[in-house]
């Protein structure tokens, strides 16, 4: 019951536990204290279904969804970009390298879109501004 005890959400580490992430950001959202944002594709596979990382903004999260409700319910929260993208097999290091730059890059682009898209913070009435 402490207000000292906070949570990370993660976008994707309750899809495991066949839990939607808007449904476990609702759940943890009055302890939110900072956002982990990956992206991943899934898609049906023999037996089961695969999820792989992907580069922000190409997977089927509503990554966009979710950083807008993270944002109601705690403003100013931190985010962090999380990437978890598995590389092809048989790259060479120097591909592996521009290849991940390149997957950074247009996440961190693609996050700080949108992040802009969320409309800043404003006081509530009776209550002055910083």
Request: aromatic share 4%.
């Amino acid at each position: 019951g402490s207000d000292r005890v906070g949570m990370v959400f993660d976008t994707t580490n309750g899809i495991g536990f066949l839990e939607r992430p808007d449904e476990t950001l609702r759940t943890i959202g009055h302890r939110l204290l900072s956002m982990h944002v990956k992206d991943a594709r899934m898609r049906k596979v023999e037996a089961g279904y695969l999820m792989t990382g992907t580069v922000l903004g190409e997977g089927t999260l509503d990554v966009p969804g979710l950083l807008r409700t993270a944002a109601e319910l705690r403003p100013g929260l931190s985010v962090i970009l999380e990437m978890t993208i598995r590389r092809e097999p048989g790259q060479t290091v120097g591909d592996t390298i521009v290849w991940e730059r390149d997957a950074v890059e247009r996440s961190a682009r693609e996050l700080k879109r949108l992040l802009g898209a969320i409309p800043a913070e404003r006081p509530q009435s009776g209550r002055e501004g910083p």
